[in-house]
């Protein structure tokens, strides 16, 4: 469970007591001798002992409210309660090895092998992915921020934009779309596993009779599935301690792999020998929802970042840990549109798909390395990227029902119903369905929190209300629901449903403009959402502030 490795006596005094009115919570500060929320509390309490953060900008501030410890945050949400400083072991290297293993793995490969094959050269998808990977960092680094700032996870943050019921619909549209990844990332691995299988095996347990995918695709799938539980069982701690001891391995057989190319090619300049296929005037109707989907590919981490982010001590860890996101996409995507473009002059066809490529270019102990290798690369990927978001969404649905194993095990089995392996059939639907899909999803969410805490909240936050339920809470707004946020969610998604429609084949004319914008679905969700939402906000405060003049 997550919370006996992250909270199991680390978590602060909790009192058992509960009151369900404001003046109640205040006579419970007097008894427990706890400032108010307003007190300006000493920063050496709670912040790293570093002089970079002891007189910095809000911005580098690690504070964690002593109104966490009130009565307010107890029981059900004792798993997502606020992580102190003092037990916070997410390091700036253990950041920086994090993404190495979300960036290096199967997903990130394809997806660069997808630009070469919709027609772009070398160069131009290695310019997309990196211009994407250095937008999406901007909103990732200012949604860690919080994160570490307050000690919260992402469900707890979202309260305060969403209200604490309301909280519940970014917290499981985020789970959603992690479900479909980690169903997709294990069918890749699954995958790994069927193909590099010697073909004597495949030969004996397939037959063509049954069907494509076969049983024994499946049964590596599944296979595959499980072998992930093990790691999902140690919670943060094990996840914490695969990624730092992965790192170093995947790159070494990222290195190995580009080697062979190097070699086998002849040299750097035949790998890099294939050419755009894209005219200057088809060029430019490629790219925009391949940047788009570039920047949806990390659009869901950048959204429930602050689940791991708060388990960093300090900004400077986060930020300097997180800051080699582009450096590392750039890379990879080069070494995967290097190794793509080789193909063409080694093998006489281009194969994005490293999986089958390994499949082709080696005996028994290069499968046998290239299985484990694979393994190692979906496996930090996926229960980093896509299992702890879900696992604490469902926590904090219904923390009497979920725990962390608990949510983690359905975000697994919900991963099969996604029937990867129709999503993952071709670069198309890849990319123009299921990345550009979520985008309108993720976008509006992004907009709206970034918007709220930085815009709205001036990133001050009173954290012991977040954890409040009952009418008296500063974020139950109306019957626990923000309506500034839930309308700009409605905004945000709505211009790019017609396009979504379109691609899945329900709807069949819509016009020009409407396609444009699902294919820049992010940029249009994420900007309008946030927009609304800070109008809104700023009506509702003056509001707000007219209705309270009236009795004053």
């Not at 691995?189 to 009779?209: D, I």
């Not at 699902?518 to 509001?543: D, M």
Request: with cysteine; charged share 10%; aromatic share 12%.
């Amino acid at each position: 469970m997550e919370s006996h490795l992250l909270h199991c006596n680390l978590r602060p005094p909790f009192t058992s007591l509960h009151f369900s009115t404001a003046a109640g919570r205040h006579r419970c500060r007097d008894v427990l001798h706890l400032p108010s929320p307003h007190h300006t509390i000493n920063p050496n309490l709670f912040s790293t002992t570093s002089p970079l953060f002891s007189h910095s900008h809000p911005l580098l501030h690690t504070k964690t409210s002593t109104r966490n410890f009130s009565g307010d945050v107890t029981g059900d949400d004792s798993d997502l309660a606020p992580v102190p400083v003092s037990r916070r072991t997410f390091t700036a290297w253990d950041m920086a090895s994090l993404w190495i293993g979300l960036v290096v793995g199967v997903p990130s490969y394809y997806l660069a092998g997808a630009l070469v094959n919709l027609g772009m050269a070398w160069w131009q998808g290695i310019a997309t992915v990196t211009l994407a990977n250095f937008i999406v960092l901007l909103p990732l680094l200012l949604a860690a921020v919080p994160g570490t700032r307050h000690g919260i996870p992402f469900p707890i943050l979202a309260r305060s934009a969403f209200g604490v019921h309301g909280a519940h619909l970014p917290s499981l549209l985020r789970a959603f779309v992690g479900c479909g990844w980690y169903g997709i990332e294990s069918w890749i691995g699954g995958q790994a596993v069927f193909v590099l299988l010697p073909c004597s095996v495949k030969q004996f347990l397939s037959s063509p009779a049954l069907g494509s995918p076969s049983p024994l695709e499946f049964a590596c799938f599944f296979l595959f599935w499980l072998a992930q539980l093990a790691i999902i069982w140690r919670g943060m701690d094990g996840i914490r301690e695969l990624e730092r001891y992965s790192a170093p391995i995947l790159i070494l057989l990222t290195t190995c792999l580009l080697s062979w190319a190097y070699i086998n090619a002849g040299g750097i300049g035949r790998m890099l020998s294939l050419k755009s296929r894209l005219s200057s005037a088809a060029f430019w109707p490629v790219f925009f929802p391949s940047l788009n989907a570039n920047i949806s590919f990390w659009a869901t981490v950048a959204l429930n970042i602050p689940d791991i982010s708060r388990h960093c001590p300090s900004q400077w860890d986060q930020i300097i840990g997180q800051l080699g996101l582009p450096i590392f996409m750039g890379l990879f995507t080069f070494v995967g549109l290097a190794v793509t473009s080789s193909t063409e002059a080694i093998l006489g066809r281009v194969i994005s798909d490293p999986i089958h490529l390994l499949g082709e270019i080696g005996g028994l102990p290069t499968k046998i390395l290239s299985i484990l290798g694979i393994s190692l690369a979906t496996i930090t990927t996926n229960i980093a990227a896509n299992v702890i978001a879900p696992a604490n969404a469902l926590v904090n649905l219904n923390a009497s029902a979920f725990t962390f194993r608990r949510g983690a095990l359905l975000t697994a089995l919900l991963g099969v119903a996604f029937q990867p392996w129709k999503l993952m059939g071709s670069s198309e639907s890849f990319i123009y369905t299921w990345l550009l899909g979520y985008s309108a999803l993720m976008g509006p969410i992004g907009g709206i929190m970034l918007a709220d805490y930085y815009l709205v909240k001036k990133m001050q936050l009173e954290v012991g209300e977040l954890y409040v339920k009952n009418p008296s809470g500063k974020y139950y707004f109306t019957k626990g629901y923000n309506p500034a946020a839930m309308a700009a969610m409605i905004a945000g998604v709505s211009p790019v449903v017609p396009g979504f429609l379109n691609k899945v084949g329900i709807l069949s004319n819509i016009s020009g403009f409407l396609m444009e914008a699902y294919n820049n679905a992010w940029f249009v969700s994420f900007f309008l959402a946030g927009t609304v939402h800070w109008v809104l906000s700023l009506l509702q405060e003056r509001k707000k502030r007219g209705f309270v003049g009236t009795f004053t």
